[in-house]
């Protein structure tokens, strides 16, 4: 299976702060149809996940343009430009190239 | 409004069997592929099934395989997942989820807990 290494694993910042959260693969997740399905989601306490971002860079409808994905090959990276307090949460990198899809452990952003 | 309710959860003993319904409204249910994801108390999302918009394949995890099925009526607008030999480490949350062709898991039900415990 595809294993995703996210780091930090917390991430502690300031209302403004930009950060960045690192998505690593154990392998390519460009598909032969020339997609890489790497996703984003956000999970906010006691809900379900909320998708923010997919094909690596696309952003769900509704999303802010604040978040933003890049990367390609086995690095991706979700950057959030200027943090505000509803974006607290754990925040999961998923892969959809090969099967079965996987998750990253986690990162979970916490506000000053 | 997209909706993906579940239910069906409970608390069961290890061994018995349960059965997970979704129920979809606000798109065309019949046009896409669905999963169902879990997610044990603490812990990390983990993929469990897949089935796609016309029945025409389904995938597991291999931690499920052979004790789950993913079954779906587009005539009803539901998807199912039946749980059979339920163990301690099924407990969890289970979501489904809509996907579409660009691999996008773009809409996720609120989650029905399921126990395993004697």
Redesign the interface.
């Known amino acids: 299976d595809v294993v995703l290494t996210q780091t930090p694993p917390t991430l502690l910042a300031t209302i403004g702060q930009s950060v960045s959260i690192s998505c690593r693969s154990s392998q390519s997740l460009l598909h032969s149809n020339g997609?890489t399905?790497l996703?984003w989601?956000l999970?906010r306490t006691g809900?379900?996940?909320?998708?923010l971002i997919?094909?690596v860079s696309?952003l769900?409808s509704g999303v802010p343009n604040r978040f933003s994905g890049s990367g390609s090959g086995t690095d991706f990276t979700l950057k959030i430009s200027g943090v505000e307090a509803e974006d607290l949460g754990v925040y999961?990198c998923?892969q959809?190239?090969h099967?079965?899809?996987?998750?990253?452990?986690?990162t979970k952003l916490e506000i000053k | 409004e997209v909706q993906l309710v579940e239910s069906g959860g409970g608390l069961v003993k290890p061994g018995s069997s349960l059965k997970l319904s979704c129920v979809a409204s606000g798109f065309t249910f019949s046009s896409y592929g669905m999963h169902w994801i879990r997610q044990a108390p603490k812990k990390g999302l983990e993929w469990i099934a897949l089935i796609y918009y016309d029945s025409s394949n389904k995938y597991y995890a291999d931690s499920v395989k052979g004790r789950f099925t993913i079954s779906r009526d587009n005539s009803k607008n539901t998807l199912y997942l039946e749980m059979n030999s339920l163990r301690s480490e099924d407990t969890a949350m289970y979501y489904c989820a809509k996907i579409t062709g660009s691999g996008d898991f773009d809409y996720w039900g609120q989650g029905v807990m399921v126990t395993v415990s004697s």
């Open positions: 997609n399905y996703n989601l999970q809900q379900s996940p909320q998708p997919y094909l696309k769900e999961y998923m959809f190239t099967y079965p899809p996987t998750f990253g452990s986690g």
